[in-house]
């Protein structure tokens, strides 16, 4: 089963009633950036609301370029992020996020096949017309347990998402 299917349903089975009013489903599309280079990376994000200016995301991530792409679409890890996104008027949002996510070692990509533990911080801007909305989303590893190193997966990555919020 990929993560992204576990954190999803997770989500949904934790999450108030109140707050699936206040849910969005993304997909995006982005670079991830590593200590070995760059790949080309697909997002599944599930965004709730828990309160008014709060929310939590809970993402899954595939490479969709590099070393065994042409079998499927490695997973690249996962992460739930909390998110601050304070009132603005008009079509606008911007938002702040902390997080914690797994990232994946592959053989192919990284010589191991590990599951690794960071946390990140995030910013992100979107816009949106009714329920369709779209946001550029910039997450940074701020660290690692016990000083595990990710970089070798995963230091940063800008994801382009396109969705919709009920």
């Known amino acids: 089963m990929r993560l992204s299917t576990v954190l999803v349903a997770l989500g949904l089975t934790c999450a108030p009633a109140a707050a699936l009013a206040d849910t969005g489903l993304y997909l995006g599309v982005g670079p991830r950036f590593s200590s070995a280079g760059a790949d080309t990376t697909g ?21 969709l370029t590099g070393p065994g792409t042409t079998d499927g679409t490695p997973l690249a890890g996962g992460g739930a992020t909390l998110l601050f996104r304070p009132p603005i008027p008009g079509p606008f949002t911007a938002e702040l996020g902390l997080g914690v ?41 701020l660290g690692a347990p016990d000083g595990v190193r990710v970089g070798g997966s995963l230091t940063s990555q800008l994801m382009f998402m396109v969705g919709v919020e009920l």
């Not at 709730?48 to 939590?56: K, N, R, S, V, Y």
Request: no cysteine; hydrophobic share 45%.
């Open 43 to 63: 997002v599944l994000r599930v965004v709730m609301g828990l309160e008014p200016m709060l929310h939590l995301a809970l993402d899954g991530y595939g490479y």
């Open 101 to 141: 996510g797994l990232a994946n070692f592959t053989p192919d990509r990284h010589g191991v096949d590990d599951l690794r533990a960071y946390w990140n911080g995030e910013a992100a801007v979107g816009f949106g017309l009714g329920p369709l909305e779209s946001r550029l989303v910039y997450q940074r590893v």
